[in-house]
C-alpha cells in the first residue's frame, strides 16, 4: 500500500560538463550571428560542448558520482536509476542500464524516460511514486544531454542555443513536511511537430536520403515554442502554488528550465516573482534540455544559494509538448 507519509526529497546533487567552451564569438565565424544579438535574444554567452568521444551516459556517471558522493550513499544501495535524455547514447539499450553498470549498481533497476527539457520533473514525480509505493526507498535521478551532437550547425536560429552537460539527483525517503510538497505534469501533444529529430525513429528510419536531408538534427519553430513555453511554464508555476495555497511571495527560490531569458524573465513576471529569486545560469551553458535544471540545483548549492529549509518550485517545458512544475521543501 502506498503510504502518504513517505515522501521523497533530494539528499545530494551533482554536476558535470565538459571542459570545452564555446562562446557567441565562436559562431560569428560560422553563421550570420553576433555576440550583441545572441546575448540579447537568448541571454546565452558560451555553451559548453562534449568531444567525439564523449557520449551522455559518460557525463551521467561524472555526475552521479558527485551526486552519491555528497548524499553519503554508496551505489550498492541505489534501488532505482531513472535518466532523462533526449540524447542517449543509442535507442537501446537505456543510457541508465549503462550507468547502472559503470557505477556498478548492481542492486537497480534501470530505464530512461523521454520528456525532453522536462524530464527531470517527470523523472523526480516518478521517485516519489517509486518511494511512496514502500518498495524502494533511493533513486538516483538523472539529467543528461549531448545536444551539440543533434545540433545543425548551419541554422542560426537553433545552433547557438544547446550545450552539453549532466545533473544527478539522489533522491531519498522522507517524512513531511520535507520533500516533493506537490506537482503539476502537462502535456499536448498536437503541437509536437514544433521541437523535434524529424528521422531516426520508426516513423522516418535513417537512410542515405534521412542523412543526405539533415533530418537527423533539432528542428524548432521558435516562434510557436517561445509563446507556448512563456504561458505553460508560468501556468504551471501558479497551478502548483494554488495547490499548496501559496503565492510567489512565499517561493524562496525558482529554478527555471534555462531556454531563454525572456522566457525565464516572462514566467518570473506572470508568477510574481522578482528575478532576485530566479536562478539564472543560462549565460554560461545555454539550454542543456533534462540537465538544466540538476544542474542549476547543483551550482546553487555549490555557491551556497540554495540552503535547508528553502521553499523551491521548479519548472520546465519542452517537445511535445511537455511542461510541469514541481515544489520542494529543501
Given at each position: 500500500?502506498?503510504?502518504?507519509?513517505?515522501t521523497?526529497?533530494?539528499?545530494?546533487i551533482?554536476?558535470?560538463?565538459?571542459?570545452?567552451?564555446?562562446?557567441?564569438e565562436?559562431f560569428?565565424?560560422?553563421?550570420?550571428?553576433?555576440?550583441?544579438?545572441?546575448t540579447?535574444?537568448?541571454?546565452?554567452?558560451?555553451r559548453?560542448?562534449?568531444?567525439?568521444?564523449?557520449?551522455?551516459?559518460?557525463?551521467?556517471?561524472?555526475?552521479?558520482?558527485?551526486?552519491?558522493?555528497?548524499?553519503?550513499?554508496?551505489?550498492?544501495d541505489?534501488?532505482?536509476?531513472?535518466?532523462?535524455?533526449?540524447?542517449?547514447?543509442?535507442?537501446?539499450?537505456?543510457?541508465?542500464?549503462?550507468?547502472?553498470?559503470?557505477?556498478?549498481a548492481?542492486?537497480?533497476f534501470?530505464?530512461?524516460?523521454?520528456?525532453?527539457?522536462?524530464?527531470?520533473?517527470?523523472g523526480?514525480?516518478?521517485?516519489?511514486n517509486?518511494?511512496?509505493?514502500?518498495?524502494v526507498?533511493?533513486v538516483?535521478?538523472i539529467g543528461?544531454?549531448?545536444?551539440?551532437?543533434?545540433?545543425?550547425?548551419?541554422?542560426?536560429?537553433?545552433?547557438?542555443?544547446?550545450?552539453?552537460?549532466?545533473?544527478?539527483?539522489?533522491?531519498?525517503?522522507?517524512?513531511?513536511?520535507?520533500?516533493?510538497?506537490?506537482?503539476?505534469?502537462?502535456?499536448?501533444?498536437?503541437?509536437s511537430?514544433?521541437?523535434?529529430?524529424?528521422?531516426?525513429g520508426?516513423?522516418?528510419?535513417?537512410?542515405?536520403?534521412?542523412?543526405?536531408?539533415?533530418?537527423?538534427?533539432?528542428?524548432?519553430?521558435?516562434?510557436?515554442?517561445?509563446?507556448?513555453?512563456?504561458?505553460?511554464?508560468?501556468?504551471?508555476?501558479?497551478?502548483?502554488?494554488?495547490?499548496?495555497?501559496?503565492?510567489g511571495?512565499?517561493?524562496?527560490l525558482?529554478?527555471?528550465?534555462?531556454?531563454?531569458?525572456?522566457?525565464?524573465?516572462?514566467?518570473?513576471?506572470?508568477?510574481?516573482?522578482?528575478?532576485?529569486?530566479?536562478?539564472?545560469?543560462?549565460q554560461?551553458y545555454?539550454?542543456?534540455?533534462a540537465?538544466?535544471?540538476?544542474?542549476?540545483?547543483?551550482e546553487?548549492?555549490?555557491?551556497g544559494?540554495?540552503?535547508?529549509?528553502?521553499?523551491?518550485?521548479?519548472?520546465?517545458f519542452?517537445?511535445?509538448?511537455?511542461?510541469?512544475?514541481?515544489?520542494?521543501?529543501?
Open positions: 500500500m502506498p503510504d502518504s507519509q513517505r521523497a526529497y533530494i539528499a545530494g551533482g554536476m558535470a560538463v565538459p571542459p570545452k567552451v564555446v562562446t557567441n565562436d560569428t565565424r560560422i553563421v550570420d550571428t553576433s555576440d550583441e544579438w545572441i540579447q535574444m537568448t541571454g546565452i554567452k558560451e559548453r560542448y562534449t568531444d567525439e568521444n564523449t557520449a551522455t551516459s559518460d557525463l551521467a556517471v561524472e555526475a552521479s558520482r558527485v551526486a552519491l558522493e555528497r548524499a553519503g550513499t554508496d551505489p550498492l541505489v534501488d532505482a536509476i531513472v535518466v532523462a535524455t533526449a540524447t542517449p547514447d543509442m535507442l537501446f539499450p537505456s543510457t541508465a542500464c549503462l550507468v547502472q553498470h559503470a557505477i556498478g548492481t542492486n537497480a534501470a530505464y530512461d524516460i523521454s520528456a525532453a527539457c522536462s524530464g527531470f520533473i517527470f523526480l514525480v516518478q521517485a516519489q517509486f518511494i511512496r509505493s514502500g518498495n526507498d533511493t538516483l535521478l543528461a544531454e549531448c545536444l551539440t551532437k543533434i545540433t545543425d550547425m548551419s541554422d542560426r536560429n537553433t545552433c547557438v542555443l544547446f550545450g552539453d552537460g549532466a545533473g544527478a539527483a539522489v533522491v531519498k525517503c522522507c517524512e513531511p513536511p520535507r520533500g516533493l510538497l506537490d506537482y503539476v505534469l502537462k502535456c499536448d501533444g498536437s503541437l511537430d514544433y521541437i523535434k529529430q524529424p528521422a531516426g520508426s516513423r522516418n528510419p535513417s537512410s542515405t536520403e534521412t542523412v543526405g536531408a539533415g533530418d537527423h538534427v533539432i528542428r524548432m519553430k521558435g516562434r510557436q515554442v517561445y509563446v507556448n513555453a512563456s504561458k505553460n511554464m508560468s501556468d504551471a508555476v501558479m497551478q502548483v502554488l494554488e495547490q499548496q495555497g501559496l503565492t511571495d512565499d517561493v524562496d525558482l529554478f527555471p528550465h534555462q531556454a531563454n531569458i525572456r522566457i525565464i524573465q516572462s514566467v518570473a513576471e506572470r508568477a510574481g516573482m522578482p528575478m532576485e529569486k530566479v536562478y539564472v545560469n543560462i554560461k545555454g539550454n542543456t534540455s540537465a538544466s535544471i540538476p544542474i542549476a540545483l547543483a546553487a548549492v555549490e555557491e544559494a540554495l540552503k535547508e529549509g528553502m521553499l523551491v518550485a521548479l519548472v520546465a519542452g517537445s511535445g509538448f511537455t511542461w510541469g512544475s514541481a515544489l520542494l521543501r529543501w
